[in-house]
């Protein structure tokens, strides 16, 4: 990812809110799957960043449907994942509970992704140095890479927010940068 400026001495941490998903389940909430175009989405962003070199150590992925979903969706366009973990604590999580779950990471991960719900995700990026402009609300399928310059137990310590990306349909990602 050297050639979107990101610093290769430090961690990447790509938060992504999962794509866009059906407004109703009967299994309730935590079973809602995702549309057509929420899986077309996450498929576009797994390209993007493969494109872009990410390599992932590790995903965390909510529990729910749509967020197991999106992480498939992103493995068909090809982002590679040497380990997946699905945490429960992250599905309705606060934004303590992303950064916790971010803290237990092992410090052998240098490319990590979680894949989780508005609003906690959005309010995750807030905590760290902003480079780019943030969108008011992270729509479906949204990520935001940062760098973090330590080990992840001091997480979020001098972290910055490097990118937001969003899908833009046929022309891609549409980068904040």
Do not use: K
């Amino acid at each position: 990812m050297d050639n979107a400026g990101f610093d290769s001495g430090a961690r990447l941490l790509v938060l992504m809110r999962h794509g866009e998903a059906e407004p109703h389940s009967a299994g309730g909430d935590e079973d809602r799957e995702l549309t057509e175009g929420g899986v077309e989405d996450a498929r576009d962003v797994g390209a993007w960043l493969a494109s872009q070199g990410v390599e992932l150590d590790l995903a965390i992925v909510s529990t729910a449907v749509r967020t197991r979903q999106t992480w498939e969706a992103m493995q068909e366009g090809g982002l590679e994942g040497e380990d997946v973990q699905y945490d429960e604590a992250i599905y309705n999580g606060t934004v303590d509970d992303l950064a916790e779950v971010v803290r237990t990471a092992s410090d052998d991960v240098t490319h990590l992704l979680v894949i989780a719900h508005a609003p906690a995700v959005e309010d995750l990026a807030t905590c760290a140095e902003v480079r780019c402009d943030l969108p008011d609300v992270w729509e479906p399928a949204t990520i935001g890479v940062m760098a973090h310059p330590g080990s992840w137990a001091q997480f979020p310590a001098d972290d910055t927010v490097l990118l937001v990306c969003r899908p833009g349909g046929s022309e891609g990602l549409d980068a904040d940068a």
